[in-house]
Nanobody, 120 residues
Framework: QVQLRESGGGLVQPGGSLRLSCAAS????????MGWWRQAPGKEREFVAS????????SYADSAQGRFSISRDMAENTVDLQMNILRPEDTAVYFC?????????????WGQGTQVTVSS
């Protein structure tokens, strides 16, 4: 069973920056993709950014493009999300997600989430 440990959320003023980190652990596994989703109050969970681990290829939601940057550390099985020029509408619980190879295909796991609040 893969466990995800998220860190880095908090309160920041509009225009500020935060860096979220997520570490995957729990035995031997191979990561296909790892990334971040978010869920604001009263809204559905939405994709923010992800990265294909081996190829180091990122993907971003339109709302994150140009402001957020995702990176990964293959040795540590971690992914970071650098969030710049934060806006009040970025306020949400941010969830880490990892998709691993399990021999027959892939399986995904969610973290418990970390709160990001953008407010003056």
């Amino acid at each position: 069973q893969v466990q995800l440990r998220e860190s880095g959320g908090g309160l920041v003023q509009p225009g500020g920056s935060l860096r979220l980190s997520c570490a995957a652990s729990g035995g031997a596994f191979s990561i296909y993709r790892m990334g971040w989703w978010r869920q604001a109050p009263g809204k559905e969970r939405e994709f923010v950014a992800s990265i294909i681990f081996d190829a180091d290829v990122p993907s971003y939601a339109d709302s994150a493009q140009g402001r957020f940057s995702i990176s990964r550390d293959m040795a540590e099985n971690t992914v970071d999300l650098q969030m710049n020029i934060l806006r009040p509408e970025d306020t949400a619980v941010y969830f880490c997600r990892v998709i691993i190879w399990n021999g027959a295909g892939t399986v995904g796991y969610w973290g418990q989430g970390t709160q990001v609040t953008v407010s003056s």
